[in-house]
Every structure is written in structure tokens, then in C-alpha cells.
């Protein structure tokens, strides 16, 4: 997806809130949106949002000093989802279809990011969202494919997110591959909470290569892209790996919340709306 | 008040907002934001908000070359708004307390740049804003204040808001002098759309002297400057004379909506509470 015009008030925002959780200096959080200014003129054109986000969260990191500013959020997201795990994985077990079921449990997941700042009981919106139906339902083309494939590429998006991730994985009869970003960047799953997350029972973990809040292909490491153009099935969980792959040619199922205006245009949805949507799919049905 | 850090991110917002209301070529407000960014740096400390709304008012004139981006919205709001005259009238006419009635009409125009790019029936808000109780209330000092006044100065906001203004000042029994920007700067009100407002009528019109958004003083002409000084009552419009006249030392009624939580945060109220706030008032009432 591309940058749109609104993004660049949201990238001031965000670089804000990521200052914000390092620290309560003023002037410090001014210096990161000075630096974050002047660098909007130079962003390349064809730029996606997480290759912009790139930049911005090193910003925040060298300025403040923090190798992941999200340290203490990632960590309670990933408590909390944790504790929610059982009573999700009962859900999952007495409901009709457990694939279906569980692939909105992983939807659900993806509002953990919401929780940032404020009030907010995962819980509550989580059941509350699983019993919402699916705005875009493409689930028939992925169980076929899920059914047809022999291998599966899941790319993670938010930590504690990826608890509910887990609970997909394990009704996935394939091997999974679940992708992580390299390094700590917003409140993105890495190697570490992916492991705190009880995906490693699951699936095996790599990393995609990349510092991005997405999975920005021209970023990711030589194993990751190879593994990204053989695997069967891509499973893309969240806003940040939309933006960075939807204009990407490749069958791929993006399994998101719609919480941004912007991003909501570009998909057609509604903001709130909750999606598994396929991309590219006659060509990926093709190869069964 | 000054620039909080939230302000920056709408500092941008601002300035696409404004850019589309000229042209939808994305280069061009691309460019906009661009030389937006690159003055974040160099905004001196001690700015307010409508300082920077000055300058960035300032670049998409430049850039667009157009000297009134709100033009058309300026006219759409002035004629909304004497088409609600009458209505307005009755309703101050037959109230209990006439001056109280009128400062709820006038502070409840002050919802009129809500209207900006979305639906919105003026009048359906505005009658439901009279009806509500104000949030702070310091209408008795405001009362006692005029009746000991020899002159009002009342310094203007948003044009079409400019029509409930009049009906506030024609129930003043004080002259009163009504103050308007220099040239257009955002939707507020210029010596012309005073005029469409019918204010000629009931007031003397200067301008301040600013092309900025806000009252800022040591952009004004002296001969305001003097009147300022001088007058008895000043009565301050809206949240960019807020903004610009908060930290002065002066007597000031400051009628507004608190529509942006930076400056509700400031003024220790609730986004869209209603406000008839006196600041300074002992020295004020001293002079009596």
C-alpha cells in the first residue's frame, strides 16, 4: 500500500506515542519529532508506511536511547493473552468449525494494539469481536488451500497478538513457518516473544530479515524471501505486513482489523471491519 | 497557550486539510506537507498555536496560489447562518434572560468550522447546543461587567459563527467595536465576511491587524493594540483567540467549544463542553 496523504500526520503521532513510552522529557520527545520532520521530505516516493516506520522507530530508539520502547507493553499484551489462552482454546474445541473458529480467534487477536494507552479489557473485546461475523470471509478459499497445501508461511504482527496466532496454528495440519521482525520495532512480535508466546511448540520461528513495523520484501533476509516464494500458503496477520505486501503479486491470505481510515479506503472496508481476505488466489488454487 | 507536543501531528493535518480545499492534486499538497515538516524545526519555543497556524496558512497560499482557501466554505457558513438569524432572534426575544440567551447563541456558533468536510445541519447543533447547560459558567461576572462597561471590544472567530456574534452584541447596550483578521487565514473572519455577517449594523469593524488564526498581540496594529489596552470588556471568540490570548494579563471572556483535547487538557474541561470563562476577573472588576 502506498503512503497517502494522511499518513504523515500519523507518522508525527506514532513517533509521539513510541517517545512517549520511553520517557516523559518534553524536549527530548520534540527532538524525535524534529528529526522525524525533516526527514518526511526525503522518503522515497514509492514508499510503503512500514518502510517510513523503519526510519521512525530508529529515530525514537537513537534518540531516546531505548532498544525497544514497547518493552513493558509487549510484555503485559503477551501476559494477558497468555491467561486468555485456555478459555480461548475451550472456544475453539466445542465450536462447529474449529478452523474457522480459531482463524477469527486470530483476527480477534489482531485488536492487541488497540490497548495501547488506554482502558481496555482484552477479554471483552476479544470474545465480543469473535462472535462478530466476518466482514470479508474468503475462509472456504483458504481451507482449501490450508487442505491442498504442504507447507505454511505465517508472518506475525503484534506480540501477545501471536498468542492468538498459536491457537490457529494448532489447528493447522501443515507445517507452519511463523515469521517474526528482526529486531524490536513498535509492538511487533520478535524471536523472544514469539517464544513467551508458546509459538515454538507450534511452529518453527525465523525471522523475516527486517527492522520494519511490516514485511517489507526488499528488507528481509535471503532465507525468508526463498521460503516466501516456495511456501504454500502465506498467512499475513495486520495492518503493518497489508501495507507492506498488498501490492505484492503472490497469493496471500491477510488475516486483519481495519483500524485505520486510510487503510480502510484501500481495502473498501469499513473502520473496525474484521477480515480474511485472499489476494491473488485463482493463481494460488492454480498450482493444486 | 503554548504548542503542545500533540499539536504538531495537526499542524500537518491542518495544512492538508486546507490544501484540499483548493486543489486534489496530491503533488501539490505533498508539497504542502513537505514545507510544513521542514519548519517544525525552526518554530520559535515560545510560539503558540496560532503563530504556527500563521505561517503554515502562510505556505498554502503560497503554494496553492490561492489567496482564500475557505473561501467557498466561508460563504456556504455565512449563508447557513443568516438563514438561521430569524430563528435565532425569536428564540433570544422570548427567552427569560436575553444576554444569557444570546452568549449561549453565540458560543454555540462557535461549532460552525465542525461543519468542514462532513455533513452537518447547523441548525439541528446549534439548538441542541443552546439547550445544554454551559460546562463553565461565569455569566454573572460577564453580566455585572457590561452593565458597568463604557465599551466592548469583541474580537472575532469563524465567519458564519460572526452572525450568532451579532446577536450576542445587539444585546449589549455598550458600543461595541468587532475585530477581524487581516486577511483570510482558515475560516475566520475577514472585514468582508463581517459584513455579509450583518455586523456593520450593529458594530464599528476593525481588523487586528494578524493574519494568524488567534489574536497574537505583537502582530497586531497599534490602533487595535490601543483598544485592547483600553477598552473595558474584551470578549474573545473561539479557540484560536484562546490559544493566542490565554497567557496575557488581562481581563478576557473567552466564549468557546473546547473541540480539540489539547485545548480542553489546557483549559482542565471535557472535549465539547461549552464555556463562558472569565480570566483576570478581580483586576477586571477593580476598575468599577
Known amino acids: 500500500m502506498k503512503v497517502y496523504l494522511d499518513c504523515y500526520p500519523c507518522f508525527l503521532k506514532q513517533a509521539i506515542q513510541a517517545g512517549r513510552l520511553v520517557t516523559d522529557d518534553e524536549e527530548t520527545i520534540k527532538k524525535i519529532i524534529e528529526a522525524v520532520a525533516l526527514k518526511i521530505p526525503n522518503f522515497p516516493k514509492e514508499s510503503t508506511p512500514p518502510e517510513i516506520g523503519d526510519e521512525i522507530h530508529q529515530i525514537v530508539r537513537d534518540i531516546t536511547g531505548s532498544p525497544d520502547p514497547y518493552r513493558r507493553v509487549k510484555d503485559a499484551n503477551i501476559e494477558d493473552a497468555n491467561q486468555l489462552y485456555p478459555d480461548l482454546k475451550k472456544y475453539v474445541e466445542t465450536s462447529g468449525n474449529r478452523l474457522y473458529t ?15 494507552g488506554r482502558d481496555f479489557d482484552i477479554s471483552t473485546e476479544v470474545f465480543t469481536l469473535v462472535d462478530r461475523e466476518l466482514d470479508i470471509d474468503d475462509f472456504d478459499d483458504f481451507q482449501k488451500a490450508l487442505a491442498q497445501a504442504k507447507s505454511v508461511l505465517y508472518l506475525g504482527d503484534n506480540a ?3 498468542v492468538f496466532d498459536r491457537i490457529l496454528i494448532e489447528e493447522i495440519d501443515t507445517p507452519v513457518t511463523f515469521a517474526v521482525r528482526d529486531i524490536p520495532v513498535l509492538n511487533d512480535v520478535t524471536y523472544e516473544d514469539a517464544i513467551a508466546s508458546g509459538i515454538d511448540k507450534v511452529a518453527e520461528i525465523i525471522s523475516s530479515g527486517t527492522s520494519a513495523p ?32 498488498s501490492g505484492i503479486n503472490r497469493p496471500i491470505f491477510f488475516l486483519l482489523r481495519a483500524k485505520c481510515p486510510v487503510i480502510s479506503a484501500d481495502l473498501g472496508v469499513n473502520d473496525g471491519d474484521i477480515l480474511l481476505k485472499g489476494m491473488n488466489i485463482p493463481e494460488m488454487v492454480n498450482y493444486s
Open 102 to 116: 480459531a482463524a477469527k480467534v486470530a483476527i480477534a487477536g489482531n485488536i492487541i494494539d488497540y490497548g495501547i
Open 214 to 245: 511490516g514485511t517489507i520484501l526488499r528488507k528481509c533476509h535471503e532465507r525468508f524471501l526463498k521460503l516466501f516464494r516456495d511456501t504454500d500458503v502465506v498467512i499475513s496477520k495486520g495492518q503493518g505486513n497489508y501495507e507492506a505486501l
Open 160 to 162: 501477545g497478538e501471536s
